[in-house]
């Protein structure tokens, strides 16, 4: 199936939305939407989609058809297999817009507004303001890493 993903969810996954579907059951307009780890807005993507355990459908990138504007090559070499960052893949000036996008929808949604915005701080490349290790003993050593992606394994 070939998707343009429109934007990113708020747990930094991509979305696909199709365009209003008839419920032939119910007789009423739907909009379905199709959750992409590891896309950007803009990508022209290959998937393979199925729907996890809470109806939520879910693609997996087949192929990368065309990349989006605000794509770019993750800097740590084990961005591909690790669980421990979500959105190496797009560029600075895209996430900062994006994560100031989520603080400005929170405080509308709860109608708040404030008489002075901030300007955010954001950390370097290469560094981190959260961590969470996974550890399991192993003969008589611990070891400490990062789930794999997608799974509940170590790496």
């Not at 590891?38 to 879910?58: A, C, F, M, Y």
């Not at 399991?136 to 509940?152: A, E, P």
């Amino acid at each position: 199936m070939e998707i343009t993903i429109k934007a990113l969810g708020p747990r930094g996954d991509g979305y696909y939305e199709s365009d209003s579907e008839t419920n032939s059951n119910k007789g009423h307009q739907r909009n379905n939407r199709i959750y992409v780890d590891r896309s950007v807005p803009g990508d022209k993507l290959e998937v393979k989609t199925r729907k996890n355990k809470d109806g939520v459908i879910q693609g997996e990138i087949i192929k990368i058809l065309q990349t989006s504007k605000d794509r770019v090559k993750a800097p740590c070499p084990s961005y591909d297999v690790c669980g421990g960052c979500t959105l190496q893949h797009v560029s600075d000036a895209f996430y900062k817009n994006w994560k100031q996008s989520l603080v400005n929808e929170a405080l509308d949604r709860q109608a708040l507004s404030p008489k002075t915005y901030l300007e955010p701080i954001y950390i370097g490349e290469g560094s981190r303001r959260r961590v969470t290790f996974s550890a399991f003993k192993q003969k008589d050593k611990t070891i400490l890493g990062y789930k794999k992606r997608r799974s509940k394994n170590d790496q």
